[in-house]
Every structure is written in C-alpha cells, then in structure tokens.
C-alpha cells in the first residue's frame, strides 16, 4: 500500500525557515517523480515544487523560486521542501504528491497524495 | 502559463442525478487534463488522468471527456459519498495548474 507522511509543518514568523518531509513506502520511490502542492484556508490547490525521480531535475513555481528548495533522499524514501525567507502568503497546508511518471514533464497526474502538513506564518 | 477555469463554481444536485463539471484551458492542451475530488479536511483524490482514463478503483459513474481547451467531468449517478469538489489540473505545460474547483453539494 502506498503511504505519504508529511511533517515538519507548525507556526512560524515571516521571514523564518521550515523544512518539511514526507516519508513514502508502498513504491519504489526513485522510479517516480514528486511534488508539493500547497492549499491555503478556504482555497484552492496551487503546485509548488517538483523534483524527477533521480533527483536529476527540480522545478518550482515562480512564487516560491529562490526561496523554496525541494530534494529528495532516494536511500531514505523522503522527500523534503526547504522554504526559506517565508511570507504570510505562504500559510497553506501543504501535501506531498507521488506522480505517475519517473519525470516531472511527462507527468500523469499525481495519483497518490499525504495528509498534508499546515504551515501558519504568522507573526 | 495556462489557465484553467471551471464552471460552474458550485453546485447543488440530489442523490441520483446525472452532473457534469466543465473545465476550460487557456490554450489547447490535447488530452493532458486531469481531474481530482477532494471533500473538506481530506488531500485530494486521483479521479481521471488524460481526460478520459479511469484511475484504477475510481467508480465507472465517474467519466471524463474532451480535448483542446474544453473538457467534461460527468458523475451518470450522483451518490451521497460523491459530494465534494472538483478541480481539473492541466499536465501538458509547466507549471501544471489547477482549476479553481467545483463544489457539488446537497440540493
């Protein structure tokens, strides 16, 4: 059975760093690609960050580029989101997604997701 | 980057109803089009991926139609279990955007 587990989310001032995990099992994890979309309260699911199943490529939107790092530990079966220099718009639960494809531009859809972790940045 | 839009935002329909959800992309994007439900508190649910397949232990009610710019959802027989929301996502072009949604609510 494939798990996600998100963690790392919690309170936060702006201008500060968090850096989320997302623990997979169930698959193997190299073979697939992997994002993070993110949904603030009451709205709806923006994407973030992908990272190709070989950790070869990554890409991210252009509200998060240069401040959002996404990686991933092929050994481990984790991925991470490193965000830095966080704003109140960032306050979003966000969600680990396992995508059918090995690369991010032959994408299929993200056909398993985690629980989500709530990010609050707030002063 | 492409946009997608649904219509209509929300909607109210009774156990057993036929609904359908449209999704518009900003330019064509072939059959590069997925679909998700999601009810409140819950990650979303893979539904349908290149705008017509089934993912596997999706109901047969659930199908999805269209290519280009315009595509369909359609629930042929709306269960209690089916209200939720719905959003489409493009994957033909980074970055790969999401819909606004559909709520289906309780008539």
């Known amino acids: 059975e494939v798990q996600l587990l998100e963690s790392g989310g919690g309170l936060v001032q702006p201008g500060g760093s968090l850096r989320l995990s997302c623990a997979a099992s169930?698959?193997?994890?190299?073979?697939?690609?992997m994002s993070w979309v993110r949904q603030a309260p009451g709205k709806g699911l923006e994407w973030v960050s992908a990272?190709?199943?070989?950790?070869?490529?990554?890409y991210s939107a252009d509200s998060v580029k240069g401040r959002f790092t996404i990686s991933r530990d092929n050994f481990k079966n984790t991925l991470y989101l490193q965000m830095n220099s966080l704003r109140a718009e960032d306050t979003a639960v966000y969600y680990c997604?396992?995508?059918?494809?090995?690369?991010?531009?032959?994408?299929?859809?993200?056909?398993?997701w985690g629980q989500g972790t709530l990010v609050t940045v707030s002063s | 980057d492409i946009q997608m839009t649904q219509s209509p935002p929300s909607l109210s329909a009774s156990v057993g109803d036929r609904v359908t959800i449209t999704c518009r992309a900003s330019?064509?994007?072939?059959?590069?089009l997925n679909w998700y439900q999601q009810k409140p508190g819950k990650a979303p649910k893979f539904l349908i991926y290149?705008?017509?397949s089934l993912q596997s232990g999706v109901p047969s009610r659930f199908s999805g139609s269209g290519s280009g710019t315009d595509f369909t959802l359609t629930i042929s027989s709306l269960q209690p279990e089916d209200f939720a929301t719905y959003y489409c996502?493009?994957?033909?072009?980074?970055?790969?955007?999401f819909g606004p949604g559909t709520k289906v609510d309780i008539k």
């Open positions: 997604a396992k995508d059918g494809a090995h690369d991010y531009y032959d994408s299929s859809g993200y056909d398993y």
């Open positions: 169930g698959f193997t994890f190299s073979s697939y690609a």
């Open positions: 990272i190709s199943g070989s950790a070869g490529s990554t």
């Open positions: 330019q064509s994007i072939s059959t590069y």
């Open positions: 290149a705008a017509s």
């Open positions: 996502q493009q994957s033909y072009s980074s970055p790969f955007t």
